[in-house]
């Protein structure tokens, strides 16, 4: 399965962590269509569509995500959710989302995205 490349929205509002994450996606074979850095940019991309997976960061500038996350997934575009740590549990709509925990690594990043996938 891991040689399956895939075109990821990256949702996140740090840009050294966009920038890591983007890199750890590229040296995976994965494309990255796009970093948004806000709710707003987040729910545009998804408008726009042209991706298969997003990783959203769960706060944005202080923004929850999960507009977002039900936006996605009520066109069925699966997603993992990132979070730093310091916040709420999803809602239990999201229960079974993957989750990976900041710091990013590369061994987190991969199974996560593998299991929102296969949903």
């Known amino acids: 399965m891991g040689s399956t490349s895939h075109t990821i929205l990256i949702v996140e509002d740090e840009p050294l962590i966009a920038m890591m994450l983007e890199d750890f996606l590229d040296s995976l074979g994965h494309t990255v269509k796009g970093i948004c850095e806000s709710v707003a940019e987040a729910r545009e991309a998804v408008e726009q569509g042209g991706f298969d997976l997003a990783i959203l960061d769960v706060n944005l500038k202080g923004e929850n995500i999960w507009a977002v996350a039900s936006e996605m997934r009520a066109r069925g575009i699966p997603f993992v959710i990132a979070s730093g740590g310091h916040v709420d549990p ?10 990976i925990d900041k710091p990013y ?12 996938i296969a949903g």
């Open 90 to 99: 999803p809602p239990a709509e999201f229960a079974n989302v993957p989750m």
């Open 105 to 116: 690594t590369i061994d987190r990043i991969t199974p996560a995205m593998e299991d929102a």
